[in-house]
């Protein structure tokens, strides 16, 4: 790519079109979609309900901007928060948690944010500066002060959360930070500090929400009850959309021109999100939790036993296969995908799996049989050079 600045490092594929779970290249391979496009599209690429939904509105008008009414924005948040919240519309996840920051800091009056490492949150100032990553941080300082780092699942962090926090923010299990898992007791032992020194708990769902973990938002899982919920990714399975929610006394901190956005909440990406929020019902989170049995018990009985990997995390269709440094990752995801799978990774040597939500047991269980088999080839390489 010539007049793209190098922000990524790109693999040489450019996919060219999709149908259901299936990808197809520009050289016309075909790929079984184990990404989501970094877990953006559940919903899969043809999607009928999204595809009518976006078409209606794309024949009607596509952005009016906020200065106007909108019974379309409305009528989603009602679909997306919880009794008692409200929802602030924008554009990505970086900027639903950057909403989160302002809010919080504005309605506590206070500033200190404790954030965790290995968290990832964005890579504009504020959510970059609550990004337990100091590698992505190098060449960008000053950040933006008074937001502390404390280590995830460690009873450490209950002591740095005081009087002086405005807010915790933590995603219930870490995406790109290598898919890690709290246990619930710390995190409702991180609720309970947090609401007893008057700080909010802000919950990155960017990646973990929208049915990923087999309920709507992960943190139900683990009976918390946080004062900000952010949200992009699957909200709207590939059109832009992220979005804040907060509790309802928040709002005389977020009157008119506190904060705002040109593109929140536009039409096109409202009527995406829309038809992905009426497909979210319990029917579907009880069909993704049966369908997440069968992947674990394939993870557990096989994956797990293979000498190269160490541990397995993740909860529903988020998945995280630890591997040992004898392979690096990179080496993995680039078999996989000579064999027509498309997997992710994350830090720490981590093979990351992010399914469309609608595949069926019959391809999930394909595709991690051509991991079982690539991981058990590279075992054996090793095994050979070794002796
Ligand atoms: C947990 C989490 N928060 C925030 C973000 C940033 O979202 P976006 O890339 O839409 O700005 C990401 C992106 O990967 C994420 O995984």
């Known amino acids: 790519m010539e007049y793209v600045f190098p922000t990524y490092a790109r693999y040489p594929i450019d996919i060219v079109d999709g149908e259901d779970v299936h990808l197809v290249d520009s050289q016309g391979q075909q790929y079984l979609d184990f990404t989501s496009g970094i877990g953006v599209c559940s919903f899969g690429y043809s999607n009928q309900l999204i595809k009518d939904s976006v078409d209606t509105q794309a024949g009607k008008v596509w952005h009016t901007s906020n200065l106007y009414d909108s019974q379309l924005q409305d009528q989603v948040a009602a679909k997306l928060v919880e009794p008692g919240m409200l929802a602030f519309f924008c554009n990505s996840g970086t900027e639903a948690n950057e909403a989160a920051l302002k809010l919080a800091r504005k309605a506590s009056g206070k500033t200190k944010v404790i954030a965790f490492n290995d968290s990832f949150h964005g890579r504009t100032y504020g959510s970059l500066s609550m990004t337990g990553n100091p590698g992505i941080k190098?060449?960008?300082?000053?950040?933006v002060p008074s937001i502390e780092f404390a280590d995830f699942d460690d009873d450490a962090a209950l002591t740095q959360v005081d009087n002086q926090t405005a807010a915790v923010i933590l995603e219930v299990i870490q995406g790109e930070g290598g898919v890690n898992n709290a246990h619930a007791d710390w995190l409702q032992a991180i609720e309970t500090k947090a609401h007893q020194v008057g700080a909010l708990l802000i919950i990155d769902e960017v990646q973990t929400g929208i049915g990923r973990t087999g309920t709507k938002f992960a943190y139900q899982n683990y009976d918390l009850h946080p004062d900000i919920v952010t949200l992009a990714k699957a909200l709207g399975n590939g059109l832009p959309i992220g979005a804040m929610i907060g509790k309802q006394e928040l709002a005389s901190a977020f009157g008119p021109g506190s904060h705002g956005t040109t593109f929140g909440g536009n039409k096109l990406s409202l009527?995406?999100?829309?038809?992905?929020?009426?497909?979210?019902?319990?029917?579907?989170?009880?069909?993704?939790?049966?369908?997440?049995?069968?992947?674990?018990?394939?993870?557990?009985?096989?994956?797990?036993?293979?000498?190269?990997?160490?541990?397995?995390?993740?909860?529903?269709?988020?998945?995280g296969i630890h591997l040992d440094e004898q392979v690096n990752v990179e080496d993995i995801v680039k078999a996989l995908q000579q064999d027509g799978l498309l997997t992710l990774s994350a830090k720490h040597n981590t093979l990351r799996l992010l399914p469309p939500l609608v595949m069926n047991t019959?391809?999930?269980?394909?595709?991690?049989?051509?991991?079982?088999?690539?991981?058990s080839q590279f075992a054996q390489t090793k095994m050979e050079a070794k002796s």
């Open 138 to 143: 190098e060449g960008f300082f000053p950040l």
């Open 271 to 319: 009527a995406a999100a829309d038809a992905v929020l009426d497909q979210l019902t319990p029917e579907f989170l009880t069909a993704v939790q049966a369908k997440s049995k069968s992947v674990w018990a394939i993870l557990k009985n096989e994956i797990a036993q293979q000498s190269i990997v160490t541990a397995i995390s993740g909860q529903g269709l988020m998945i």
């Open 362 to 375: 019959e391809e999930l269980t394909t595709g991690l049989t051509k991991i079982n088999q690539i991981l």
